[in-house]
């Protein structure tokens, strides 16, 4: 399997302010990576794939302005929302994929809980 | 288009009393994969099985057991003698093979063991 961390695991900030997220895989190199949303008592929703060295791919209905995503190593990948609003609150989740796996398969980190007041 | 339906949104049961959670999916993919997760109330998903589309066997694992039928499209998660501490949020997700790596993730079932 990999290991994947985030952090912080939870932020809080004021309106108007911006937040970064980091994602690292810290036991295999992670040529794509993916940035899940999950607002509460809801599901995981897919927001962008992102791919070292490339502009990351949004899924439709996700602000690319809002929503920053630098993959600039194999190991990291930061998510930024820019100018936050109590909206953004929500549970932000990444993965890494494990090209190799059989099964295409992707490792989860715990997760960040962004408040926006 | 591809798509993963739980329809039961929660399920309560009492300690030890055996649960099932239903799992339907659609694709056009011949080849594809299928996981079940367990999401706690801290949030951190914990992966329970994967399995391909080739490989219909069922499996056990412990408590745990999933019955995969390719004919109806559905993955079941069954917890026999269930405990307190399966109560969860568990989400099954769709992989197809077709150059995405895409997870399709149910909506999810809460579950509510009760002591």
């Known amino acids: 399997g990999a290991v994947v961390s985030q952090h912080p695991s939870r932020v809080i900030c004021k309106s108007g302010t911006s937040v970064k997220i980091e994602c690292r895989s810290l036991?295999?190199?992670?040529?794509?990576m993916f940035w899940y949303r999950q607002f509460p008592k809801q599901s995981l929703m897919l927001m962008a794939t992102s791919n070292e060295g490339s502009k990351a791919t949004y899924e439709q209905g996700v602000e690319k302005d809002k929503f920053l995503i630098n993959h600039a190593s194999l190991t990291l990948s930061t998510l930024t929302v820019t100018s936050a609003h109590p909206e953004d609150s929500s549970f932000y989740i990444c993965?890494?994929?494990?090209?190799?796996?059989?099964?295409?398969?992707?490792?989860f980190g715990p997760g960040t809980r962004l408040t926006v007041l | 288009a591809q798509k993963v339906t739980q329809a039961q949104t929660e399920i309560s049961v009492v300690e030890k009393e055996d649960v099932t959670l239903d799992c339907v999916y659609e694709?056009?993919?011949?080849?594809?994969?299928l996981f079940w997760y367990k999401q706690p109330p801290s949030g951190e998903l914990v992966f329970l099985i994967r399995r391909n589309s080739f490989d219909e066997q069922n499996e056990i694992s412990g408590r745990y057991s999933w019955n995969f039928q390719k004919s109806t499209s559905s993955f079941n998660f069954t917890i026999t003698a269930s405990q307190v501490v399966d109560s969860a949020v568990y989400f099954c997700?769709?992989?197809?093979?077709?150059?995405?790596?895409?997870?399709?993730f149910g909506t999810g079932t809460r579950l509510k063991v009760l002591a």
């Open positions: 993965s890494v994929l494990l090209a190799a796996s059989s099964y295409n398969e992707q490792f």
């Open positions: 036991d295999f190199q992670a040529t794509t």
């Open positions: 997700a769709l992989s197809e093979t077709s150059g995405t790596y895409k997870y399709i």
């Open positions: 694709t056009r993919d011949t080849t594809y994969y």
